[in-house]
């Protein structure tokens, strides 16, 4: 994926709009989306794969524009009712988790809100399928000449992206230092305490010492097991089971069928956990091992995989799943 490679996203509530060279419409899948609400994730993100491989889409990095469908504006005064009047609105909206930003636009302070839970939902899905996001911007932050998005706006601002990644809408930086000013607070209590306490405790230390000195010289010392310290982790899933083994498959459009049918083999032997993704070519066929893989499974795949591409070479990684790229010269193999 080239890094100059731009595209734009409309996010919509019940739909979505990609624009590089051309405008192309993805509407969510019943009962997958509503009420800016996820309700079916899976569905969603396999829709969404299917639609940009219809659409021999590339993954790109993207520039996310969240339509006034599904952001809340509200104008706000100069003075000291500001910081009443934001609270009061931000009170309204309908939802547990959100991201705001106040913008300054020609003397105007504009106050925009989203549902943090989907645009993080919608990132997460275009990051899965392979694309960068650089900004999430609201549509109501634009520029009046660039806020009506026919095709001549959306060209504009994919040759000057600044003014998106900009306009970013985040949580305001002022929110998290007044967090850590309270947290700095806090603390500052607690070394006060601290500093009430140290004498107290030094005063107790002392005693406690010449007491052992005066009474306990002649005490005989008990031999005690030493403690065995049980360190509670996270169990990591088992990569020597082939069921829950994660296997990715990455390839190009040409070599879709390929593709689909090692994952379906792959899924014959037990390999349950296999799944197919579209990325940037590789030139070479290439399986990535994670460094504690029990042999016979790695036999197994390489064995599966060489009946593919016997050219293949292999490697080792650091993620806890196998990694195969598919050669893009595999599909056009198979065209007779």
Known sequence: MAKSEKALIILDGTSVLYYSKKLEKFSFP???????????????ENSFRQFIHDKAITPSHLLIILS????????????EGREAMKR??????????LIWKIYLSNKKTTLVVGNKNFCEAFKLLF???G??????TPQAALPETLNELRENNLDSLLKKPAILTNLNLEVPAHNENHRLQNEAQKQFKANKNLRILLPV????????????????????????????LISAKTPLPDINNPETLQIQISYTTPSEETARNLKNTYWSVGFK??????????????????????????????????????QFTEGIGTENKVLIMLSASLGKKLIP
Do not use: H, Y
């Open 30 to 44: 019943g009962n997958s989306v509503a009420d800016l609400e996820i309700i079916d994730s899976v569905l969603l």
């Open 68 to 79: 006034p469908n599904i952001t809340f504006t509200k104008k706000l005064s100069e003075g």
């Open 88 to 97: 009061e609105f931000l009170e309204t909206v309908p939802f547990s988790n």
């Open 127 to 129: 990051e899965r399928a």
């Open 131 to 136: 694309f960068t996001v650089e900004a999430i």
């Open 201 to 228: 405790f030094l005063a107790g230390l002392l005693l406690l010492g010449v007491s052992f000195f005066i009474f306990g010289r002649g005490t005989p010392k008990i031999s005690r097991p030493p403690t065995q």
């Open 273 to 310: 956990n296999t799944d197919t993704i579209v990325t940037s070519s590789a030139q070479k066929t290439e399986i990535i091992f994670p460094s504690t893989i029990n042999e016979d499974i790695k036999k197994q795949l390489k064995n599966e995989l060489a009946k593919i591409d016997p």
